[in-house]
Structure formats: structure tokens, C-alpha cells
């Protein structure tokens, strides 16, 4: 149910949807916006145009009055509300003087976001909506204004932002307005390349981004592993193709294969995976703008990248060719597709595409049979926010099918896997229709090649930090690279005094694992625990949160009773104490498998809603009743902590290194409870009750709004 009392999707009392509604409201306030914005423009230019500005020692009276109205309809506060000083493209650059039009912008911003919500609540759960959502609830329209600066400023939101496809529209007109951009008339480019929001504007008009980056695309041709040799599809098929695409997700490979058809003809399939929501792209723009700008340009770096690879891969001229793709990688095949000297070269006779945003353009070759499957629950498709057309409609050579599949978060929606499974138990017609269009590729395939895309333009996500060799390790989820990278996280630490004895009842038997005790005269036999909370919304095994109840151990050799505090002065790497894991609870089947099977640490599945990048804290898991909640103390800047974090497997000792960076505080922990609103017993809620933590407050508060990290692979000690 939606606010209003209705389900989503269904009309209100009066009939009409309360989210289309609010779609042409927002676009309606939008064109007003950029209508003011473009007056504005005009208005600064005549009132610093030359002629007009020399004229008053030629008619005095009549020059001076007309410069006087519009210096009151440019910066009056009953007018445009802009400062008349500034460069002529970016009079609104000066620090909290948005005018009017970027006033109007962000109300159609907010309008298109109640759009979205009104259909799907659960996007609200999005780390882009999320953070969006909290500048434009900043206040009033100055301190909504001064939000959205510094979030499209921010380095790490360009990838949450980049996400949310239905509000591009409004977006970019916010930003360029928020930069002081130029409008529709001032040259190609403008709407999807801003320039910097501070400092003088570029001496130049700014080129398209992809004039900027010619020449920086790159295909490198790659072996497989042999379990992924293994995985991929021998017959061509559309799921065949799909779980391909599903063996490459994430790692910004393509699959290009030889089909022998029922007629003895070798046609060519190419299958390009997406990047999968909150994973790594070493290939990513610089913002959202640029990101959105790569998704439609026919000449952007992802699909000049695919191109160089069907070069080296060598497909005949004038042969049959299959592109079949996921999310951006469909949309890159689709942006080929209308490439004509692409199409001259070669038969496009087939573009499929599941789960991917679209521009709406045409193929180039009329004859080409395209295809669009879309979930409603999946916000990455939806470019403006409308849910697509359904079946073949009365263009014979297009099939679009935007279907309601199973309600579940974002961007659970979103991975090809649950577009597989969809399309085997929801839609299986749509899975019968596009495997009837592709009877021609339907036999064994005679070659199999993979492609490595990268963009030369930017640096690797996370460099240098988390730039890192790597090791594949096989789990029951499938291949891990390790170091586990985390590329975008929010942690809180929890820091309890609780009783030794009963820490030690919880430690492994056998008394080789001894808690740390605190130094405190005051407090004589008592011990550390600390209750971990993260929300990690960008890793290399995805995004997901973890809860982890920890206590602090001596070394396992030469225990001490009091060597934990100057412990912690040395690197992680050369500490003999560490941080033992009593109990882990995380929200996806992929980090539960590698803390298990790879840190060899008790994790289960729990799902958990986590708000931890304020001074307010906010963390709540949904199958043990654990609730934090409260606002921080005063706080001091301290040093990054590095952990280094014991599990059991097999009988012995797993050793983890994590080593992180970002900027962390150390709060008071006064104002800030944890309490347990269920019954259950094990094996966390079971263990913070033994410890005395229900209700408890903590000694302090270790806070990671925003950092980097990676996690080693475990090694196992002889204990």
C-alpha cells in the first residue's frame, strides 16, 4: 500500500493514476524551469551587452531606465533572484544564489521522485533514491539547493545517481542549472556535458564527451576459466545466451560465438553482461552525466570497445549477426545496432535485450528483428519512468514486453539471473516467442571468445587503494576473487565493557582463544565487545549488509591479559591479537558462502535496513529483532583501523586481514541503544542477551561514514 491508502499501480478515486500524474506534472515544471532558465540567460546578456552598456553618454534617461528594469528582473527577489555579477554562462555558480530557475527545477525533481515512489515503494530503499531523497527533505528550496550541489559533487554518489534512470530528465536539468550551464540553444552537447560547478567557466564551449574520449576504447581478447569453460552454453538457445551473459556479469567481459544453424549455416551471436548494481566498473564516466551520455551515444567508449573486438574476433563481412544483452550491455549492442556504417558491414537480423535502458531509436537496418524485455521492478530499464509497451504490437519486427514479476528490493530485480528465472516461471511465452525468432541460431556452437572491455580514458574504480592482484577461489556461489574489495561502504562499531568470564563462555572451547581485558583499574575483569554494522553498497561480491558480533582476543600463542590497547599501534599485518567473529549475520547468498567458506566465519542470511552514512544512526535487521538506533556524540578524528578478524574452520583458526580508508571519528556512545524486540535465541540475539548487551549503551562509537576496504583471503593457523 502507497501513502494515499491505494496500491501501487492502481487509480485513485478520481480516476486517474496518482503516479502518471505526477510524471506530467514534473514535466511540465521542468519546461517552465528551463523556459525561466532560458530568460535568465537572455536577460544577463542584455544587460551586459556592449551597446547597451555605452549608451547611457548618448541617451542617458532612457538607457539608464531600461539597464534599471532589468537589473531588478534579473536579481529581485519578486524576479529570476540571480546575482547580475558572474561570468555570462555562470552567473549561478556564486555559493547559495540558485535564482528561480533552479528553484522550479528541484520542485519538478521532487514531483518526478513521488512519481517513482507511487508506483514502487521499494526503490526507496536505493542508495541513490535514499540519498537524493535526504537533499531535497534539506529543508526549504536554498537548503534543497545547497544539498544537491554538494551531492553531484560528490565523487561517490555518481554511480548511486547514475542508477536512477527514470529521473534523468529532471537531473540534468537541476545540475546544469545548479551549474550555471548554458541552455538547448548554446551548441551540441549541452544537456549531457555540464562544466565544473565552481571556478570560471571553460574559455571554449565544452566538446561531447565522446570527441573527448575518442581513441580511449580497448578490447582485449581472454581465456576463460575452466569453470567457466565448463558453465557456458554448447547449444545456442535464449537462455543458453542469458546464462552466458550471467558466467561474465561483472567483470566487463563480452562473449562472441560461431553457431552452426539447422540449415548448416555459421551465424555469429555476441552476449554483453551489464555491470550488475552495486559492483565495480573499471570503465566508469566521471558523473552521472557522462554515464547517461555513454549509454546513448552510438559512438560512446563501451560500444567502440565492442566493436574493436568483433574486429579482432574477425567476423566475415556481410554475415549474420545476433547482439543479446543485459542491462548497459543491451543498451551498447542497441546504440551498434543504429550505427549504419556498423549495419553496412554486417546482417544485423537480431538485437535482444533484457533489463536495459533504451533511447527509443530505431535500428538502422529496418529488417532488424528487435526485442525488449523489462520487469516494472527493475528501476535501471525505465528511462522515463513509464512502463513500456506489451507484445508484438504493429511493428512486426519489434517485440517489447515490460512484465510485473515478483515484488523484491532493488537491485535484486535487475540481475540476469532473476531475468532468467522469470522467464522460465513468469513469462515463459516471452521465452518461447524470442527462441522462435531465434530458430536460425539455434544448434551447437564451433567457437567461443571473450573480450575484456576497458575505457583508457579513466583510471580503475577505487585507484590506487584498491588497485590489488587478485586470486580466483571457487565457492558453492561461484568464483570469488579475493581480496574481497569494498569500493563504497558506511560502517558503525559499537564498543561494549562486558564481562570476561561470560565473553570467554562464548570464545571456541578449549581456552586457546582468551578475550583481551580492559587496562581500567575501574573496570577489573572485564572485556571488549564490539557489534559491528556495515551497509555495504558497492563491492566485488555485490552490495549487501552485515551485522558482526565480535570480541577482541589476546595472541594464541602467548595470551597476555592486557596486550590488546598497544596492539592496536602496529599495522595489522604484524598484530598477534585480533578481533574473534562469535556471530555474522548478511543479507545476500554470496558474502554469506565467502564468510564461511573463505574467513571461515558463522554467517547467516538475515535481511537488514541500514542508515548509517549521518549523525544519526539507524540499523535494523528483520529475522533477529536487533534495532540501533540514535544520534552520536561529540567526536574526535582518529586513525583508519585495520582489523584483523578470527573465524573457525575445520578445527582451526581462520586469520582475515581488512584494511580500509576513509575518514573515521570516535564518538561518545551515550545517546545511541541497541535493543532486541524478538524472542530469538540464536545464535546473535542468544549472544548479545548472555553478554548483558539488550538495552544496553555503548562505551563508544567508531563511525565510517564513507571507506574504501579490502578483505585478504583466510589463512589458517595450527590452532
Known sequence: MRADGHAPGRPAP???????????CAEDVREVAEGIGAVAARTGAALLDPRLT???HRRRGTALAARWALLRALTGGQGLGRPAAGPPRGPARLPGRAGLPAWVAVTALRLRVAAVLAGHPEFAHDPGTRRLTDALAAGGDTAAVRSLRALFRDPGAQRALAGLTPLKAELLTVRRLLAGEAGPGDGPGWALVPGPPDGPPPAAPVPPVHARDRGEAAAEAVDLTEQERQTIAAEGSFLGFLRNIHVLSGDGRILVQNVRGPDGVVRYVVQAPGTPPGRPRDDGPRDFADAWHDLFATDSPHTRSIRLALEEYGIPRGADLALIGHGEGGTALLNLARDPEFCRAHRVTHVITVGSPDAGLPAADPGTWTAAITDQHDIAHASDGRPGGTGTGPDPNRYALDYAGPAGPFPLRHTVRDYIEHLRAVVPQARETVDDALTPYRGPVVRTRAYRLRNRAHPPEGHPFLTLPTASVATTAGPVDVPVRYYDSSAAHLCYLVDAGAAQALLPAGGRTVPGRARSGRAPGRALAVLS???????TIGPYTEVALTVPVADLWRPRRYDLAADLLRRADLRRTGRHVL???????EARAVAR???GQPATLGSAVADLM?????FATMETGLVVTGRLGPGVRCPQPDWALYGRRDGSTV???VRAHGAPRLHAGARVRLRLDTAAAEPMAGQLRRLGLDRARPLLVLHQPRFTAHRSAGAVLPR
Open 583 to 589: 556471530s555474522l549475520a548478511v543479507s545476500s547468498e
Open 533 to 539: 554494522l556495515y551497509e555495504h553498497r558497492c563491492s
Open 614 to 618: 549521518g549523525r544519526h544512526l539507524g
Open 655 to 657: 586469520r582475515t586481514l
Open 14 to 24: 478520481d480516476g486517474q493514476d496518482p503516479g502518471e500524474l505526477l510524471r506530467r
Open 597 to 599: 567458506e573463505v574467513w
Open 54 to 56: 555605452g549608451s547611457p
